[in-house]
DNA sequence: AGTGATTAAGTCGTTCACGATTCAAATATA
DNA sequence: TATATTTGAATCGTGAACGACTTAATCACT
């Protein structure tokens, strides 16, 4: 890679195509989602509670990425659409334990039909399938190294 | 892939993990931006001007995704900075021309070494350069394919 | 037991994203 | 030429993200 202008191009750069495709993703979503009254981020909380049924808002940020401060109103949200229940813990009281309600656990059904349907819309495209199963392994190392240095940098900082 | 409780798993999905490393690499390229003051749009806006010197808000945002509700705030944060000038076109009155104060331009020079800094902080990882150009290239169909596919949604819409 | 550090959650302020809408200018069409 | 439609930018409201900070509970260590 040269160090020079052309490494400043969109087209050269890694984080702007993950920023793009990201948002665009997202954005395909977005009509399913709706249909249930959520948006991305509070579907992928309740994608990880439809897996581990109850969790700490500590442990639902270490699968997301995610820190309290996000989280937070995000849960209250959800709480307020009564879809998650949250209840401070008894043995230590500084964590509050996130787990489902039965609208929540309901919900379940009506989004396991969405995968599929996303997938189905893709069926015109040019993309392989071997292709994007090598491309979605990369992209899950690269989120383990890239986690493992953000993580160092906040760690530096302190 | 089989339509079952498994398919909602984060570790299945694409969404999730393009949505974890954009933001991921976002926040490596923090403490980069923020010496110059920046946030991550703000820059990616700057990088297109470098490369075009004059676009308007509907070409910027054509260049990374954005609509002008998006564009128009963050430009006018870029304005008070000095770094970007906006002027109302006199051909048509609709568009406004966006381009590079002169420090904006100078700004170039010290954006120009980060695209290295970043490459050599991965100096230390696993993954190969061959592995890497492949991911890159599978990622810009990927954002090509998903442009189009939201473009159609949008227009399904209206 | 006492105190200093660490930890989990939450608050606050700023900046994106984006759907819905508005407004004025330009274009198309009757 | 009038009027309808489209277009580019902007405004508004809501919900993320996230850095910096606060608060309260727990832990570690003497």
Known sequence: MKDDAASLYL???LCFPLYAASRLTTKIYGPYLENMGLTYPQYLVLLVLWQYEQLSVKEIGQRLYLESNTLTP???RLEQKRLILRKRSEEDERTVHVSLSE???ALK???M???KKIIDSFQ???MKDTDLLNFQKTLF???DILAKKSL???EGKE
Chains 1, 2 share one sequence.
């Open 141 to 143: 190392e690269l989120v």
């Open 109 to 111: 059904k009506e989004a």
């Open 152 to 154: 160092s940098i906040k």
């Open 113 to 115: 039909s969405i995968p």
């Open 103 to 105: 609208e929540g656990k």
């Open 74 to 76: 995000l849960l209250k």
């Open 11 to 13: 087209e050269n750069q």
């Open 124 to 126: 015109d495209n040019s």
